[in-house]
T-cell receptor, first 115, second 114 residues
């Protein structure tokens, strides 16, 4: 069965500093990987996705993520954090089958931004 | 705005009751997914419908059921509610069986069972 681990429950970062959120997955085949962000009281917004090809993918809001098959990782990065990036971030792996493509989510990482 | 709508936004009800959550997918999307987000279980997949047919099932309780109608909107029915059913319920949609793998989420329905 597929699974996703986000080792960091909370991360505090200063505004303007860089951010890296870790994500490790377990999946038997080629994974479809996603990062979503959830602001307080809001739904989930898709930041970026990896299906195949270039292992460095660019997303919205200045985020990028790198797929490393050898490490089963899909870490999210942002060079310079803004106060509006304070939110909870979820990594997910998609199971694509003829019968459906459910997402399995990690536990999330809550990001706090210090002024 | 993802284009996925969910109603109601909030729902407060008592144990033993039954409620219905409604979801309208993005225009053109054929698949609808339901997820539950709770503090102890995190985000969990419940069920998927594609063009009116059930396609995948996750950790959905027998007290819960869903359906997708010809106009592609979906309803999640929760019955014999328990305190532990209090959670945020999300609906998501995607473009088709294999044409689009990313899922777009609605704002959620927050269910409180008292």
């Amino acid at each position: 069965a597929q699974s996703v681990t986000q080792p960091d429950i909370h991360i505090t970062v200063s505004e303007g500093a860089s951010l890296e959120l870790r994500c490790n997955y377990s999946y038997g085949a080629t994974p479809y990987l996603f990062w979503y962000v959830q602001s307080p009281g809001q739904g989930l917004q898709l930041l970026l996705k990896y299906f195949s090809g270039d292992t460095l993918v660019q997303g919205i809001k200045g985020f990028e993520a790198e797929f490393k098959r050898s490490q089963s990782s899909f870490n999210l990065r942002k060079p310079s954090v803004h106060w509006s990036d304070a939110a909870e971030y979820f990594c997910a792996v998609g199971e694509l089958k003829a019968a459906g493509n459910k997402l399995t989510f990690g536990g999330g990482t809550r990001v706090l931004v210090k002024p | 705005d993802s284009g996925v709508t969910q109603t109601p936004k909030h729902l407060i009800t008592a144990t033993g009751q039954r409620v219905t959550l409604r979801c309208s997918p993005r225009s053109g999307d054929l698949s609808v997914y339901w997820y539950q987000q709770s503090l102890d279980q995190g985000l969990q997949f419940l069920i998927q419908y594609y063009n009116g047919e059930e396609r995948a099932k996750g950790n959905i309780l027998e007290r819960f059921s869903a359906q997708q109608f010809p106009d592609l909107h979906s309803e999640l029915n929760l019955s014999s509610l328990e305190l532990g059913d209090s959670a945020l319920y999300f609906c998501a949609s995607s473009g088709g069986q294999s044409s689009s793998y990313e899922q777009y989420f609605g704002p959620g329905t927050r269910l409180t069972v008292t």
